[in-house]
């Protein structure tokens, strides 16, 4: 089992900056055997998309969406995963989620609870 804790999330007005953090915690096989870490949003009423995904190798793929605005980092020591968040809008007003890819997951991998993100126009 791996625990995935999410902060960072709050109120922001639109243009401005977030910074998420996701902390991974559990046994040292199930920690090691995490290889991509991420993020998820969901917006009220709509389906959970990706938002931006960090692979063991340090490459990482973003949504359209936000390509230029926000940016993903991994501290592997610290088995946290970061989400800097810029130029934010109302759009993205959502539930950001944490993921960790790993194959002693359900379904491939672990979610967090969640953080909520509220920007205002």
């Known amino acids: 089992q791996v625990h995935l804790v999410e902060s960072g999330g709050g109120l922001v007005q639109a243009g401005g900056s977030l910074r998420l953090s996701c902390a991974a915690s559990?046994?040292?096989?199930?920690?090691?055997?995490?290889?991509?870490m991420g993020w998820n949003r969901q917006a009220p009423g709509k389906e959970r998309e990706r938002v931006a995904v960090?692979?063991?190798?340090?490459?990482?793929v973003f949504a359209d969406s936000v390509k230029g605005r926000f940016t993903i980092s991994r501290d592997n020591a610290k088995n946290t995963v970061y989400l800097q968040m810029n130029s934010l809008k109302p759009e993205e007003t959502a539930v950001y989620y944490c993921?960790?890819?790993?194959?002693?997951?359900?379904?491939?991998?672990?979610w967090g609870q969640g953080t909520q993100v509220t920007v205002s126009s």
């Open positions: 993921y960790a890819a790993s194959d002693y997951g359900p379904n491939g991998g672990f």
């Open positions: 559990g046994s040292i096989t199930t920690i090691t055997s995490i290889n991509a």
């Open positions: 960090m692979n063991s190798d340090g490459t990482s």
